[in-house]
């Protein structure tokens, strides 16, 4: 008897946990909902004060949410805060990555930015948007050799892509490698007939 008195104990245990997680979890959902019709309502603040009374310093999707929700308020600090929380929370993600990216590039922390850009492509190495935007990073840094690495990879990825051949082109070109900014000049005509950066491109390639 004794026995089943400390089985029964621990199931009613078990049961009232999950009564309670589930309780949890609805009054969640439920404040997630609203703050998703705030924020289609262009509420950002009450869609911040949806979230708030919930607030877990341990959950990513919170700091996900409310990075996402800082960062449409225009409070890129503590966008970037949140942001920096749920990265940390989910260090194999991509997601909190470039949800920080975003406020990070507001407050012009191209240092930062280039960091989240280079961890996104440990973990995705591949991965079209970061290797783009690295790249313009790189280029606009005038450090031609990592740009054209970068742009390289879009265009491996997406031979007809305007964008990647396109700065693939000017990278080389700026590299002093003339013969293979052409090639990637005419490719990126070829997308974007009489596109001007590209045949100013060209014309300084010959």
């Given at each position: 008897?004794e026995?089943?008195?400390?089985?029964?104990?621990?199931?009613?245990?078990i049961?009232c946990?999950?009564?309670?997680?589930?309780?949890?979890?609805?009054v969640?959902?439920?404040?997630?909902h609203?703050s998703?019709?705030n924020?289609?309502?262009?509420?950002?603040?009450?869609?911040?004060?949806?979230?708030?009374?919930?607030y877990?310093?341990?959950?990513?999707?919170?700091?996900?949410r409310?990075?996402?929700l800082?960062?449409?308020?225009?409070?890129?600090?503590s966008s970037?805060?949140y942001?920096?929380?749920?990265?940390?929370?989910?260090?194999?993600?991509?997601?909190?990555?470039?949800?920080?990216?975003?406020?990070?590039?507001?407050?012009?922390?191209w240092?930062?930015?280039?960091?989240?850009?280079?961890?996104?492509?440990?973990?995705?190495?591949?991965?079209?948007?970061a290797?783009?935007?690295?790249?313009?990073?790189?280029?606009?840094?005038?450090?031609?050799?990592?740009a054209?690495?970068r742009?390289?990879?879009?265009?491996?990825?997406?031979?007809?892509?305007?964008?990647?051949n396109?700065?693939l082109?000017?990278a080389?070109?700026?590299?002093?490698?003339?013969?293979?900014?052409?090639?990637?000049?005419?490719?990126?005509?070829l997308?974007?007939?009489?596109?001007?950066s590209?045949?100013?491109?060209?014309?300084?390639s010959?």
């Open positions: 008897m026995v089943l008195r400390k089985i029964f104990f621990v199931l009613g245990i049961l946990a999950g009564t309670a997680f589930a309780q949890s979890n609805t969640l959902q439920k404040a997630f609203n998703y019709v924020e289609a309502a262009k509420s950002y603040s009450a869609a911040i004060s949806d979230i708030n009374p919930y877990s310093d341990n959950s990513y999707e919170m700091n996900l409310l990075g996402w800082y960062y449409l308020n225009k409070n890129y600090p970037q805060s942001y920096s929380k749920a990265a940390a929370l989910r260090p194999g993600a991509v997601e909190a990555k470039f949800g920080y990216i975003k406020p990070l590039s507001f407050l012009q922390s240092d930062k930015v280039l960091d989240q850009y280079q961890e996104i492509l440990k973990l995705d190495p591949q991965n079209p948007q290797n783009y935007w690295a790249g313009i990073i790189y280029y606009n840094r005038k450090q031609f050799t990592p054209i690495a742009f390289k990879a879009v265009v491996t990825l997406y031979p007809f892509d305007y964008d990647g396109h700065m082109a000017w080389n070109l700026m590299a002093g490698k003339k013969a293979e900014a052409k090639v990637y000049f005419e490719k990126a005509l997308i974007k007939p009489a596109d001007e590209s045949t100013d491109g060209l014309s300084r010959k």
